[in-house]
């Protein structure tokens, strides 16, 4: 059975394990928001963030990125062994966190399900309005 986590046991956690991803000098200075949203599933927990790069009167678009949390360490892995990612919509973020935690890994495996191939499925699915 798995054990539902919200995004304050994972911020608690964290802090726990001695890391500082949520303090809030951290957070101000990434200009990060974190979702309330998690998904949790057979391939993991997974939340979203949002950075948005600044300088003086400078502004990028705010990124989403989908980030996976190791519940073990209390830290946050990379995705697919790769190192995280932004995408520039929220939506194509969260339904690739969506997707990534209900994705057995060992069907993952099984069927070569990638990284590129989750993005690729996300973004046609916000598309298209699903």
Known sequence: MI?????????????????????????????????????????????VTSEQFTLGEYAETRKYTPRKFNWGTGSFEHFDGEPEFNT???????????????????VKAANNLSRAALVEAASEAVALGE
């Open 3 to 47: 054990d539902y986590k919200d995004i304050s046991d994972i911020k608690e956690r964290n802090r726990q394990m001695g890391f500082h991803f949520f303090d809030t000098g951290a957070l101000r200075f990434f200009r990060s928001r974190v979702s309330d949203t998690v998904y949790q599933g057979p391939g993991g927990i997974y939340i």
């Open 88 to 106: 520039c919509s929220k939506a194509v973020a969260h339904r690739i966190a969506r997707q990534a935690a209900m994705i057995d890994p060992a």
